[in-house]
């Protein structure tokens, strides 16, 4: 998974977590108490040849899941959903990639999104035991919906409207090329920021904006494709 793959994205980190609470409620419809315990910590991380040439993050749920050994349901559930929140909070404080060598579509993170939000809610649903887990893990996703393809849509209709170029270099043209090429949440922080710019016309504004948002000019730099 992160370790091995050598793309990975938000879409990709939620469709791996709601496959791998999938197969917990799998295992405890059929065996309540047969979920077993993950390995260590320790086991979980490791790098893979030079940082530049590879990721960083959790080596393969799948595997982990199978490697299991009996023990009280109950402890193992804390312990399966404390390793799933603080894999999410990991990558909601960004020390998880958020966009590695893969275009991802508006669409495809809001529908990704949608997706392990309502399999975590329906979790919450028939699983007592593990609803506050259910709700902190809630907390580190953005708010998917069905409406992610707007976003980059509403972008060209501002440039039409106002006859703003497609050209290459131009700020609006980026912009739309980062959402329909590299669309993570710091386009949210990029929007405000513009729309700061546009009502005082300072690019302090700009970039003031961009840093209440955790947005640097080397942050900027970084994605894949802009």
Same mark, same amino acid.
């Given at each position: 998974a992160e370790c091995r793959w050598g793309h990975m994205t938000l879409m990709?980190? =939620?469709?791996?977590?709601?496959? +791998?609470?999938?197969?917990? &409620? @799998?295992?405890t419809a059929t065996a309540p108490s047969a979920l077993k315990r993950l390995r260590s910590w320790g086991s979980m991380f490791?790098? &893979?040849?030079?940082?530049?040439?590879?990721?960083?993050?959790?080596?393969?749920s799948f595997t982990q899941l199978?490697?299991? &050994?009996?023990?009280?349901g109950e402890q193992n559930d804390k312990e399966f959903?404390?390793?799933?929140?603080?894999?999410?909070?990991?990558?909601? +404080?960004r020390l998880l990639d958020w966009q590695r060598n893969y275009n991802t579509k508006p669409k495809e993170l809001a529908a990704a999104t949608d997706s392990l939000a309502n399999k975590l809610c329906t979790t919450w649903k028939e699983h007592p035991n593990v609803r506050l887990w259910c709700r902190w893990t809630l907390a580190t996703l953005g708010r998917g919906g069905n409406r992610g393809q707007e976003i980059r849509d509403e972008?060209?209709? +501002?440039?039409?409207?106002?006859?703003?170029? &497609?050209?290459?270099?131009?700020? =609006?043209?980026?912009?739309?090329?980062?959402?329909?090429?590299?669309?993570?949440?710091?386009?949210?922080?990029?929007?405000k920021a513009l729309i700061a710019y546009l009502r005082s016309g300072s690019m302090d504004d700009y970039w003031r904006?961009?840093?209440?948002?955790? +947005?640097?000019? @080397?942050r900027l730099a970084s994605y894949d494709r802009a």
């Open positions: 990709h980190r =939620y469709n791996l977590c709601r496959d +791998i609470v999938q197969k917990w &409620e @799998a295992k490791k790098t &893979e040849g030079p940082r530049n040439n590879s990721s960083w993050s959790r080596l393969p199978d490697a299991m &050994e009996a023990e009280d959903w404390s390793w799933i929140f603080v894999w999410q909070r990991s990558s909601f +404080i972008i060209l209709h +501002i440039m039409h409207r106002n006859k703003i170029p &497609e050209q290459a270099g131009h700020f =609006y043209e980026q912009w739309h090329q980062k959402l329909h090429n590299n669309t993570t949440p710091d386009d949210i922080g990029i929007c904006v961009l840093a209440d948002n955790g +947005i640097s000019k @080397a």
